[in-house]
């Protein structure tokens, strides 16, 4: 979380110039970027309040006449489309220096030759480096999937199941993440970062532990849909990346899982 940014920092300057269609349910990527004031962003936009951790974030609510803050937010997570079923559960430890810091649960459902690829993860209390002084609790800003090169059209959605969760800020066909301070713009350029069609980004805000009493250990469940084949589910090396972004000035830290993908699929950029 970022405990830096005042907690009424006015938010005008994430909602300017964001162009995402303003829709529940999946929503898809603009292969080519979307049109933003300066230029084109690999990124739509979700759930923007909490001003990407520095506050806290709303909740998406449903009801007949629209519901609030639900942008790209799913009621359900089973499945996550009605039509689809599950083919694929596996529970991944994340791990730094040999020591698990929390899970990743990384599932797959199918409908013909449409596949959702989803996951969540879970942060534990845990110190990831023991021999430096102080504690260092794991911050996650952005969780990365790989291997939707040439599986077009890609959407994306999240669902919202509990008080410790965190939102989906937004989301990117990019492999480059980029750290999120007050006032920035929600959508950055393609000049920070590009367009990728072989990668999607999801910003959030996870950690165990934050003494600013905005912590969230647990992430929404994160959705991608696109075009797969009838073969079983196959495990990509490093398919998945979680990144700390140093919005609080930690260090930059990656970490790489393995994960779900479609068939035949790469981690190249």
């Not at 529940?24 to 759930?47: D, H, K, L």
């Not at 937004?170 to 750290?179: E, H, I, K, N």
Request: charge should be negative; aromatic fraction near 8%.
């Amino acid at each position: 979380m970022n405990k830096t940014a005042l907690q009424n920092a006015l938010t005008v300057g994430l909602l300017i110039g964001s162009t995402s269609a303003m829709a529940t349910g999946f929503v898809t990527i603009p292969a080519g970027g979307v049109a933003v004031p300066g230029g084109t962003s690999a990124y739509i936009t979700c759930n923007l309040t909490g001003d990407f951790g520095s506050q806290d974030s709303i909740a998406p609510t449903f009801s007949p006449n629209g519901g609030t803050n639900n942008t790209c937010a799913v009621p359900s997570r089973t499945p996550p489309i009605a039509g689809y079923s599950q083919v694929a559960n596996t529970v991944r430890n994340i791990r730094i220096n040999n020591i698990t810091i929390g899970t990743l649960t990384d599932r797959v459902w199918r409908s013909g030759t449409n596949c959702v690829y989803g996951a969540r993860i879970h942060l534990d209390q845990i110190d990831y480096n023991p021999n430096q002084a102080g504690i260092q609790y794991f911050e996650v800003n952005d969780m990365q999937r790989a291997g939707f090169n040439n599986r077009g059209p890609i959407s994306v959605a999240y669902y919202f199941g509990a008080v410790a969760d965190e939102v989906l800020f937004r989301a990117g066909l990019t492999a480059t993440a980029v750290v999120h301070q007050p006032l920035d713009p929600a959508q950055p350029l393609t000049s920070a970062a590009p367009i990728s069609q072989n990668w999607v980004d999801f910003t959030t805000d996870l950690n165990s532990f934050d003494p600013d009493e905005s912590t969230k250990p647990d992430s929404s469940w994160m959705f991608v849909k696109s075009t797969c084949t009838t073969a079983a589910p196959s495990t990509l090396t490093g398919a998945i990346r979680l990144r700390q972004m140093g919005q609080e000035g930690q260090p930059n830290l990656t970490i790489t899982i393995n994960g779900y993908a479609p068939a035949g699929a790469n981690t190249n950029p």
